[in-house]
């Protein structure tokens, strides 16, 4: 079974840059679409990115575009969310999920999905 296993999270400075990885045990990530998420408190989970299985197609939400970059390292068995000039609104528990294909910036027909993890964007 796929296990997905969140890092990377903490407490930046508007403006400022985190970068989190996703990595899988159990399972090569090979093969699987890998979308990021994240949940802010209150509300509902939302997409954010989604890169390919081949890495070679990336999506991002239009809150996200041209500030977060989503890479893979297949080799390495993980998967990476760039996060720069970080906003306030971007606090939240970011999730990875493991999926068939990407349908936009979302994975399609997710197995698996990683515990989280926190990031507060605060001065």
């Known amino acids: 079974q796929l296990h997905l296993v969140e890092s990377g999270g903490g407490l930046v400075q508007p403006g400022g840059s985190l970068r989190l990885s996703c990595a899988a045990s159990g399972y090569t990530l090979n093969g699987y679409a890998i979308g990021w998420f994240r949940q802010a408190p209150g509300k509902e989970r939302e997409g954010v990115s989604c890169?390919?299985?081949?890495?070679?197609?990336?999506n991002y939400a239009d809150s996200v575009k041209g500030r977060f970059t989503i890479s893979r390292d297949n080799a390495k068995n993980t998967v990476y969310l760039q996060m720069n000039s970080l906003k306030s609104e971007d606090t939240a528990v970011y999730f990875c999920?493991?999926?068939?294909?990407?349908?936009?910036?979302?994975?399609?027909?997710?197995?698996?999905w990683g515990q989280g993890t926190q990031v507060t964007v605060s001065s």
């Open positions: 890169i390919s299985s081949s890495g070679l197609s990336t």
């Open positions: 999920a493991a999926g068939g294909y990407c349908s936009g910036y979302v994975p399609w027909n997710i197995g698996s």
